[in-house]
């Protein structure tokens, strides 16, 4: 080939070249066009002397690089925290609910959280040894609140995380209105697998720092207003049976539904005087909270009804002895709310109903075993009492997709959508944040 011929060469590759290089340069001057372009109309939105909310929320809904200025803008963020405009409230919890993941300072993100739920993240907000949620326990903190309804939401004050690096997720509710919750900041995908559930359950498989969350306000909307879980159908699903355990008479009805339910309660070689003495001791270990003290509560029973054994001390505490170990004063001892009896229920000596203590201090509960044993539960935890059953169905309904809510049992299922859906809208927040542009345009044809 000539020189020329190869020059000739050159120049039509080199023009070939530069031919293809073309169009990604104008590609890339577009693309640096756009970003100009985008930032400009963000400046401008927030610029306007009345900002328009709903144009904001458009942009940020149809671009993702809106919403990525927005949220690296402190300028921009502080104004829509800053926004007391109570007609633009709804669009500014849907501008929020699109650009909270995007924020990368924790500080602003207690903010943002604040502005959108009405609840106080700052430290020391629930108790003094509480703390400011770090930003990854906020981000999923919002992400639960979003799918609650907002009239249960309105009833939380404050939320607050305790230990960040716990290995599970629990959860406690202060004041009836306050939650703090443990969780692992290194592992938020952590689900329900073993302790509080058994392998069947609906629960297992959920995320665990969602249903804790969810099942904790739960207990705020309960206890504060609702009472959904003192409802009478609800309690008749598992026949719940209350007995407080300090009222004149209600320990010793316990002591004899306990004893008419029971295998065998009082086994032993005892007199017919000697058992009567038995069951006021065990309505009174009950009554006077004392299940450390039950056998020198029996003693105090025999020396009451003149059954001093002729005052003969060491015979008394033989038969005391006696008496504390039949199944009656075991299971009674064992029953006691910090005792957690509940985990392993349902006992063989109990076959057809369970007896225990949900929560120290308070209400002793029975419910039927066929609760338990023959339909699907949402956990285990459930039967601590009628608050939990219903914080644990309250969790697996809002925080389950629409197949795992078909695995709740039919006839609390039933009751859910049928008691506590219609009061509280049927809609969580997320849905009702979706539609201020909808309800803008149907306030202008009105």
């Known amino acids: 080939m000539s020189d020329k011929a190869e020059q000739a060469v050159s120049k039509s590759s080199k023009k070939d070249q530069a031919k293809d290089k073309k169009p990604a340069v104008e590609a890339q001057d577009k693309k640096s066009k756009g970003s100009k372009n985008s930032e400009s109309e963000v400046q401008e939105l927030f610029g306007a002397q009345q900002i328009d909310w709903n144009g904001i929320l458009t942009k940020l809904q149809s671009d993702k690089k809106v919403r990525s200025i927005i949220a690296n803008n402190q300028d921009y963020l502080n104004k829509i925290i800053d926004c007391n405009d109570a007609a633009a409230k709804t669009t500014i919890n849907a501008i929020l609910d699109e650009i909270y993941e995007l924020i990368s300072d924790e500080a602003t993100m207690a903010k943002i959280f604040t502005k959108r ?3 106080d993240v700052s430290a020391g907000a629930v108790q003094s040894d509480t703390k400011t949620m770090d930003i990854i326990g906020l981000k999923g903190s919002y992400k639960v609140l979003q799918k609650l309804p907002e009239s ?3 009833r939380l004050k404050a939320l607050n995380g305790r230990n960040e690096t716990y290995k599970s997720s629990s959860g406690t509710t202060w004041n009836a209105e306050k939650i703090a919750v443990d969780y692992d900041k290194n592992n938020m995908d952590l689900v329900e697998s073993g302790a509080y559930t058994d392998k069947d359950d609906t629960m297992v498989g959920m995320n665990m720092f969602e249903t804790t969350l969810a099942h904790e306000v739960g207990h705020v909307a309960d206890t504060m207003s609702f009472q959904f879980s003192r409802d009478p159908e609800f309690l008749k699903i598992s026949d719940w049976h209350e007995y407080i355990y300090d009222r004149t008479g209600v320990a010793q009805q316990l002591v004899n539904d306990m004893m008419t339910n029971m295998t065998d309660p009082l086994l032993g070689p005892f007199s017919d005087d000697e058992l009567a003495a038995a069951k006021t001791a065990a309505a009174s270990i009950i009554k006077r909270q004392r299940p450390d003290s039950s056998q020198d509560i029996i003693v105090e029973a025999f020396k009451n009804a003149g059954l001093g054994g002729d005052g003969n001390q060491m ?12 199944t009656l004063f075991q299971h009674i001892q064992n029953a006691f709310g910090n005792k957690f009896c509940w985990m392993n229920e349902c006992f063989d000596y109990l076959p057809t109903r369970q007896f225990h203590q949900g929560y120290l201090g308070r209400s002793w509960w029975s419910y039927k075993n066929e609760a338990r044993t023959q339909v699907k539960k949402n956990s285990r935890y459930q039967f601590r009492d009628p608050g939990e059953d219903y914080a644990e169905l309250y969790a697996t309904y809002f925080m389950g997709t629409p197949e795992k809510r078909k695995e709740i049992e039919p006839q ?9 859906l219609p009061q509280v809208g049927g809609a969580p927040q997320q849905q009702a944040a979706q539609k201020p542009q909808q309800q803008q345009a149907a306030q202008k044809k009105k």
Do not use: I, P, S
């Open 315 to 326: 015979l008394l505490d033989y038969k005391a002895g006696q008496m504390v170990n039949t």
């Open 117 to 119: 739920f009405g609840v």
């Open 412 to 420: 609390r299922l039933a009751w859910f959508e049928k008691t506590v």
């Open 152 to 154: 249960h939401v309105q």
